[in-house]
């Protein structure tokens, strides 16, 4: 039973560029939330996608977006990277939209360092 | 807004010792949930616990247990008889009754030491 995968697991890219992250989600989850990890931090939500929408969306600016697919996995997008963008991505999968109240499961990041 | 504090940075401990992380939480909804997570070198979360704020019940699981006190707004995670394998990053979080407004705290590295 494959877990969450994400790719790539790091990658680097210098300010004004633009990165897309991938996550899949662990068999028979339909549900990904997408968290944000700088250093030495707790993760931060970003938003969270279901039937191919945004459901729910944390502080974060519209340079990030991103996409589900009807396999359930999904993309983030961000635009006109900042130095502060550098971080550790985390994808979330997990079952409805009352995910959050449950119990996630995480694939390992994928680590952006913005140059 | 919601908010969950661990105060505790780093501890250090010695193997076969004790060890409780603390965690005090914020919240103005009358239905959330609490969480623990632990995040290994490798960078993934792994679910450690959920409990509701309607179940102050103490849980246990094996040498992990959990006490939960809704009068100090508090949810410490106790690891009796610690092990090398438990050094980690561990992260307290909290969620609103449909999920909205998911916040983890700044988590408490700990380090077992042989």
């Known amino acids: 039973d494959a877990g969450v995968t994400q790719s790539p697991t790091h990658l680097i890219k210098t300010r004004g560029q633009q990165v897309t992250l991938r996550c899949s989600p662990k068999?028979?989850?339909?549900?990904v939330s997408w968290y944000q990890q700088a250093l030495g931090q707790g993760p931060q939500f970003i938003f969270q996608y279901y039937e191919e929408e945004e459901r729910q969306r944390g502080n974060f600016p519209d340079r990030f977006s991103g996409h589900q697919f009807p396999n359930y996995s999904s993309e983030l997008n961000v635009n006109a990277l900042l130095l502060g963008d550098s971080a550790l991505y985390l994808c979330?999968?997990?079952?409805?939209?009352?995910?959050?109240?449950?119990?996630?499961?995480f694939g390992e990041g994928s680590r952006l360092t913005v140059l | 807004a919601q908010k969950v504090t661990q105060a505790q940075t780093e501890i250090s401990v010695v193997e076969k010792e004790d060890v409780t992380l603390d965690c005090v939480y914020e919240?103005?909804?009358?239905?959330?949930?609490l969480f623990w997570y632990k995040q290994p070198p490798s960078g993934e979360l792994v679910f450690l616990i959920r409990?509701?704020?309607?179940?102050?019940q103490n849980e246990i699981s094996g040498r992990y247990s959990w006490n939960f006190q809704k009068s100090t707004s508090s949810f410490n995670f106790t690891i009796t008889a610690s092990q090398v394998v438990d050094s980690a990053v561990y992260f307290c979080a909290l969620g609103g009754n449909y999920g909205q407004n998911f916040v983890f705290g700044p988590g408490t590295r700990l380090s077992v030491l042989p």
């Open positions: 409990r509701n704020s309607f179940d102050e």
């Open positions: 979330a999968s997990s079952l409805g939209l009352a995910a959050l109240t449950g119990e996630l499961f």
């Open positions: 068999s028979g989850h339909d549900t």
């Open positions: 919240t103005r909804d009358t239905t959330y949930y």
